[in-house]
């Protein structure tokens, strides 16, 4: 007669597999965490385009306009230090909005993602940020080598290249450190701290998300999208408001110059 072995699992094992489970679902959460924060800051970007290509290049002129009076001003009065400080903090505001403006202008336009590319891009990028995401190690090498491809993932997603995606993903199975670790105590260790700090990067995405909201050009998307609704273009009234500006700026330059 044969006996049939069954082996019990031992209390390390049983508590390395419960908290293995854990770090898988917690892995899938940021993972849909990090895919959140990711389409936020896509979503901000294009708008910031959108300001920028028509309201933003006008501010620029306009202030460099104002810049432009303000030395006239004060080089007419050059002992008065009220004037010399209006014109120096006038050039200053100039230059920083010309500064931010080409900032955008020269970042490479970012599309959001094609409809019918979407849903795939985005269960793809789901599945591989669960499972290459740097939390989940917490060995320096492999963690580097983790954020590297995370990196990687990220501006694949924005392009939505998934192709690229999938290359990313067929990199890391090739990778050696996507083979685990030894011994079960050690692995248990590793395990409790991954969790710890998934749920670490899970507070800073909390706070990402939270600066990205409350930033200006957040709180003005949403109003202009709110005006879209209701069919008013809120930013070609802000352009239209310029226009008028800066015409009156360049009659006033104008008239200094005489």
Known sequence: MKNN?????TPEE????TKKAKLEKAS???AEKELGLEELKLTVTQFQHRYYSKVGKKYVELDE????????????????????????????QAEKVAEEYEGVENDPQIDLLKPEKSEDAKKLYREIASI?????????????????????LNG???????????????????????????????????TIRAIAQ????????????LKIK?????????????????????????????????QNARNELATLKR
């Open 65 to 92: 306009l104002r810049a432009q009076i303000a030395e006239l001003i004060a080089g007419k009065d050059p002992q008065d230090n009220e004037l010399n400080q209006e014109a120096v903090e006038a050039r200053t």
């Open 132 to 152: 290459i995401h740097p939390d989940k190690t917490t060995d320096d090498k492999a963690r580097n080598i983790r954020t590297g491809l995370m990196t990687e």
């Open 28 to 30: 899938k959460l940021l």
């Open 214 to 246: 409350t930033s200006d050009i957040y709180v003005l998307m949403v109003k202009v999208h709110d005006a879209d609704l209701a069919a008013r273009d809120i930013l070609e009234e802000m352009s239209a408001s310029i226009d008028s500006e800066i």
């Open 14 to 17: 049983a508590e390395l597999a």
């Open 198 to 209: 998934i749920k670490r990067r899970e507070s800073e995405i909390k706070t990402e998300i």
């Open 5 to 9: 072995l069954i082996k019990t699992k």
């Open 156 to 190: 694949a997603y924005e392009r939505g290249d998934i192709t690229k995606m999938q290359n990313i993903f067929d990199k890391w199975h090739d990778s050696p450190e996507a083979v685990s670790g030894e011994g079960i105590a050690a692995e248990l260790v590793r």
